[in-house]
């Protein structure tokens, strides 16, 4: 019988795509085809009933995904709930055994939309206002601010026991009008309180509104500004100076200040005049206060009280946007929002152009850095691409300044001397070559010198093998820090506190996990370092430290039911201050899931 074989083709040949018929080799191929075509139809069947049977399989899992609930023995999993409160756990006789095998709660409420939007399950959570005393450096009392049941009291954690009222309502009268307190700001020394009424929302940060100042031993009114309160409702920022004599205010984008060392005669200085729709003094503009702040403020006192920091920001050649603004008071029948024009750089259009000036309150004048001097003549950085992204004080005379180039893959950090107005270039950063660019942080700490340190310095944070890290500069024009942290992991939002009389700095990090946040201490030369928070505890943290650190809020939100404590860090005692047992007790009354996380190749049962 004659056979083919195929061999490869010599250079040259060409091969016959329709070979002459033999009727002995059609009959076996015929048959050969036959066989092949059988085995492919068999083996197309088993295909698909594995296909119908693995696809009925994977949507029966799914299903139970969603509706099994695992409960090992003397175990119990944390649930959470719309991604915003949680629930302690479920135990074994809340869980029965349904008729389907799967394991489910039973006798339970569904939740339902209604509860969520009413915020049934929100968590409560008390605010507190720290105080700054003279001695809370060296020698922190934990004194903090409270509300309770219209009553702002003034509590210790050195003397629980002490409890004063400082200021009682929810309005006060001036003119024989009423106000509504909006917010209230006590002084540190806690002599007057700054008062907030008929606040009107400007941009996300920002807002107008009518500001009183409080004298708490006599209980006497002033407005913040004019008498008649003509002006006294256009004010868009108010300040305290840290000896508490002062409060620095922006109306109309200019700067002003007001002493209050005789209160019943106080004094109103304007100190920036050029102010207007396009220039604008402590205050940012849009761009700044979206992009670059994410505040309402732009004006910084020095710890002395004896000078202030003013950004000044010049969006003359900046073009105008048209955007919606829609009507926030109810009051306004309007369903149509009001066109407004706002500054805003798109790509490729100019920035607005910023600088810092500086208000000397001893002289009396407003200064600004020489035209000569390197923070304008600099050749990486030119006056029109600048960028300021953080000003912070590291002195009574001096502060720090980080700038970046408009791509931000370039960051300066000057020292400006308020003194000898003049700067000096501290470090100099270069992402180009990695092709990277800085974030925007302001999370410079400043570090005062003290017995133990000789100079002063801040905590900023830094990068470490690719990982955000924080390192100590001291002096404050030093190139090089010291390296506190590092590791795979990372810094949260850069150095929390810094306790002045243990020499010990706190910070968030992600060392555990990097969906948990737990909170660690180390000492200044990088050594000692500790967790303050239970590792062994799932937990997502946040904290609130006193004035001189020696007290702690601390904020447990999750993935259990959230609760605060009051913790004395140098004692190692705490104190619940909320507990959320009411969210907790309605949560058990809920038909609520949990996630379990497992590795992807176990059953859900061994994890």
Avoid at 413 to 428: K, M, P
Wanted: hydrophobic letters at 35%; a negative charge; glycine letters at 6%.
């Amino acid at each position: 019988m004659p056979t083919s074989s195929l061999y490869p083709l010599d250079k040259g040949q060409e091969r016959d795509f329709l070979p002459a018929s033999d009727p002995e080799n059609d009959k076996e191929q015929s048959r050969t085809h036959h066989i092949k075509s059988l085995f492919t139809k068999k083996q197309f069947i088993i295909t698909l009933l594995i296909l119908i049977y693995g696809s009925g399989f994977l949507l029966q899992q799914i299903n139970n995904f969603h509706k099994t609930f695992y409960n090992p023995p003397q175990q119990k999993y944390h649930s959470i709930i719309a991604g915003v409160s949680h629930q302690k756990g479920v135990t074994d006789n809340e869980l029965l055994e349904t008729g389907e095998g799967s394991i489910g709660l039973s006798s339970k409420k569904p939740l339902t939309f209604e509860e969520v939007r009413k915020g049934t399950f929100l968590p409560q959570r008390k605010e507190l206002q720290w105080i700054q005393t003279p001695s809370s450096l060296v020698n922190d009392s934990g004194e903090y601010v409270v509300v309770s049941k219209g009553k702002y009291l003034l509590k210790s954690q050195a003397d629980k026991s002490s409890t004063i009222v400082l200021f009682e309502g929810d309005e006060i009268t001036y003119d024989k009008k009423q106000f509504k307190i909006e917010d209230i700001t006590f002084s540190d020394d806690l002599r007057y309180a700054l008062i907030i009424s008929n606040k009107i929302h400007n941009w996300r940060h920002s807002f107008f509104a009518t500001y009183f100042v409080v004298s708490l031993k006599d209980g006497l009114v002033q407005p913040l500004y004019d008498l008649d309160c003509k002006l006294n409702e256009a004010i868009a920022l108010a300040k305290w100076s840290p000896d508490s004599s002062k409060i620095t205010f922006v109306l109309n984008n200019n700067v002003y200040l007001k002493d209050l060392t005789n209160f019943s005669h106080p004094t109103i200085k304007q100190v920036t005049q050029d102010g207007g729709p396009e220039v604008f003094y402590g205050k940012p503009d849009w761009v700044y206060e979206e992009e670059v702040f994410s505040s309402d403020s732009a004006i910084w006192w020095s710890p002395n009280s004896r000078y202030l920091a003013i950004l000044r920001s010049n969006d003359t050649d900046v073009p105008v946007y048209p955007i919606p603004y829609f009507v926030q008071d109810a009051l306004v029948n309007d369903s149509y929002p009001e066109l407004r024009n706002i500054k805003y750089p798109k790509s490729g259009y100019p920035n607005p152009v910023v600088d810092i000036v500086i208000y000397d309150l001893d002289e009396g004048k407003l200064k600004s850095l020489p035209e000569s001097d390197a923070f304008y003549n600099d050749e990486d950085i030119g006056n029109e691409e600048r960028l300021i992204t953080e000003v912070k004080w590291v002195g009574d005379q001096k502060f720090l300044i980080k700038i970046t180039n408009r791509v931000s893959n370039l960051m300066k950090i000057f020292i400006i001397d308020s003194h000898d107005i003049s700067s000096e270039l501290s470090r100099f950063e270069n992402g180009q070559n990695s092709k990277s660019w800085f974030e925007i942080s302001h999370n410079t700490v400043y570090v005062p010198k003290s017995d133990t340190r000789p100079h002063d310095g801040y905590i900023d944070l830094i990068d470490v093998d690719g990982y955000d890290h924080i390192g100590y500069f001291s002096p404050p024009n030093a190139k090089e820090p010291v390296i506190l942290t590092s590791g795979e992991w990372e810094v949260v939002g850069g150095a929390s506190a810094f306790d002045f009389v243990l020499n010990k700095l706190y910070y968030i990090s992600t060392e555990k996990s990097s969906i948990e946040r737990h909170l660690f201490s180390v000492n200044l030369d990088g050594s000692g370092k500790q967790n303050i928070t239970n590792l062994d505890e799932s937990a997502w943290f946040e904290v609130s430290f006193s004035k001189g650190s020696r007290y702690l809020l601390l904020n447990y939100d999750g993935p259990a039911t959230p609760y605060q404590k009051l913790v004395d860090l140098h004692e190692g005692t705490e104190e619940t201050l909320v507990t959320n047992e009411k969210l907790a007790t309605h949560l058990k009354e809920k038909e609520v899931s949990f996630v379990v996380f497992c590795l992807w190749w176990t059953r859900i049962p061994a994890c």
